[in-house]
């Protein structure tokens, strides 16, 4: 061999590859393949934001002080126990890097966030899924999974991409019964969106068990996932070994200051919080009528059924300018993902869907 080589099992990892957002020819483009916010970020964000490229010479903070104060406040936290990363990707990634290594297995619901068995394999370690029902995740078959080699958990909390949500009582069960050697990772990327009153975005896991870290993100609600900003919640001791293993400077300035600017903006929030509960209606009422079958979700997007059509639908859609995200990934090659998007934006999948299944 005439070149570097990569550790033995890093050329198995097939890349993520994000939801399609181009086409030639199109200008009006409606995309509903990420998961972004339809309605852009709020605007009090993009003025903090362009204000700090004032200053693009300085350093950030590197320990994001700012921004953890002003994430307690929100949030009733201690800043001592949050950590800020670029996207809580990066947290995810950090975790997996320091806890789990060769020999070690990472486990995750079936149909969990494609990065968690990413991440997994990245070090070496083993990814292993527990099977669902019904696109649920079984909080029984993941207990059955554990084994002495299992060092982490990932799981979502609403998962992405089918939407469903465990209970606070389901996960209060979960986290009595999972070994205390096993880190839980509990990626709450879309519990703003989330309305029922017995859910439980993590926080009061986290106070209850050292072992379970809360994972939040800006990328979703807030509409900031060009920025590249995520937090988590965890004891001081896990907190301690991420801050061993981050860059230095991990979170650029005018991401920080984006991120404290977003989350004074509560009318903005509020307003996100309404287009979706509003358009995530309209979409099951519309798709039900088209006899296209659908899953419950508390996220911002909703995961539906095409059969072996899926593909060549997925495609009409996307001739049009209208993207909608591939689900092969995920082993649900029969499957679509639809982000909930404007009244506009939501009448206009409709109307090219009633076309494309002609």
């Not at 670029?86 to 990065?115: H, N």
């Not at 899953?295 to 639908?313: C, Q, T, Y």
Request: aromatic fraction near 8%.
């Amino acid at each position: 061999m005439n070149q570097p080589q990569p550790k033995p099992g890093i050329l198995d990892i097939k890349p993520y590859i994000g939801g399609e957002g181009r086409v030639e020819g199109v200008t009006h483009l409606v995309r509903l393949a990420s998961n972004e916010n339809a309605l852009g970020c709020s605007p009090k964000a993009r003025a903090a934001y362009l204000a700090a490229g004032a200053d693009l010479q300085r350093y950030p903070d590197g320990s994001a002080a700012d921004l953890r104060a002003a994430l307690g406040r929100t949030y009733g936290l201690s800043p001592d126990k949050i950590i800020c990363g670029s996207g809580s990707e990066e947290l995810i990634s950090l975790l997996v890097r320091a806890y789990a290594g060769e020999g070690d297995e990472v486990l995750y619901s079936q149909y969990g966030f494609l990065m968690y068995p990413l991440c997994a394999k990245a070090v070496g370690a083993t990814p292993v899924a527990a099977p669902e029902k019904d696109f649920r995740t079984d909080i029984e078959a993941l207990l059955k999974a554990v084994t002495p080699k299992t060092k982490m958990l990932l799981l979502a909390n609403p998962n992405n991409p089918t939407g469903s949500y465990l209970t606070r009582d389901e996960m209060k069960y979960l986290c009595e019964n999972l070994p205390p050697r096993v880190l839980l990772l509990l990626d709450s990327a879309y519990a703003e969106f989330v309305e029922e009153k017995d859910y439980d975005d993590g926080k009061s896991l986290v106070d209850a068990h050292p072992n379970v870290v809360m994972l939040r993100t800006f990328s979703k609600i807030y509409g900031l996932a060009a920025v590249r900003l995520g937090w988590a919640y965890c004891s001081p001791d896990v907190a301690g070994v991420v801050n061993r293993v981050r860059g230095a400077f991990n979170v650029n300035a005018p991401a920080q200051a984006a991120g404290i600017a977003a989350l004074d903006d509560h009318e903005f929030l509020q307003k996100t919080i309404e287009m979706t509960r509003m358009g995530r209606k309209f979409l099951f009422e519309q798709l039900a009528g088209l006899n296209i079958r659908t899953w419950p979700s508390v996220g911002n997007f909703i995961l539906a059924e095409f059969g072996d059509k899926s593909e060549a639908v997925r495609n009409a859609l996307k001739d049009k300018g209208i993207f909608i995200r591939q689900m092969g990934a995920y082993n649900l090659p029969h499957h679509l993902r639809i982000t909930v998007g404007t009244m506009d934006d939501n009448q206009r999948l409709i109307d090219a869907l009633k076309i494309a299944r002609k």
